[in-house]
């Protein structure tokens, strides 16, 4: 499949986790909306990716409308123009879309949840960051504990051996 995303600037992403409202609302050039089998996997202050039935999948280069939320801050609709496509499964396709003439107001919503979202997620990576850090050092004290015990067994058995 072709893509116009090598020819588009990518913002940092957040990955939609499972409490997130991942619902979808699209519309084609038909203005048919349709969000059956949409659900949204990634959000950045460019666009967005989501997985889609391959049937209604619209074609790279077309402007669809969306309708999604933007977590807090209500629902956004806005115009955004296919720019990837990939093949997820033999029914379902990821679409990328860049989004096009974002209005200030809806900027600032988007980027205010975005950073909200970034934030947390940084703070639950820093947290399992601390909890890894300690399942290391207490293997480690594991280990020098059981070091040490041989270290004594071996000077006792020597030791006695030598009375």
Excluded at 64 to 88: E, N, P, Y
Excluded at 100 to 112: D, F, G, N, S, Y
Aim: glycine share 4%; with cysteine; hydrophobic share 45%.
């Amino acid at each position: 499949m072709s893509s116009l995303a090598q020819y588009v600037a990518r913002s940092p992403r957040y990955i939609l986790q499972p409490h997130d409202n991942t619902l979808i609302r699209v519309a084609g050039p038909s203005q048919i909306p349709w969000e059956e089998g949409t659900e949204i996997h990634n959000v950045s202050l460019s666009g967005l990716a989501f997985t889609a039935p391959s049937d209604l999948t619209p074609m790279i280069g077309e402007t669809i409308k969306i309708q999604f939320d933007t977590h807090g801050s209500g629902s956004m609709a806005c115009l955004a123009l296919v720019i990837r496509l990939d093949k997820v499964s033999k029914s379902t396709m990821r679409v990328a879309v860049k989004f096009m003439k974002l209005e200030m107001p809806q900027r600032l919503a988007l980027a205010q949840a975005l950073a909200q979202k970034l934030k947390e997620q940084g703070d639950l990576s820093e947290a399992s960051d601390q909890v890894l850090w300690w399942e290391g050092r207490k293997a480690r004290i594991v280990m020098a504990m059981t070091a040490l015990a041989l270290w004594v067994a071996l000077l006792h058995f020597f030791w006695f051996k030598s009375l």
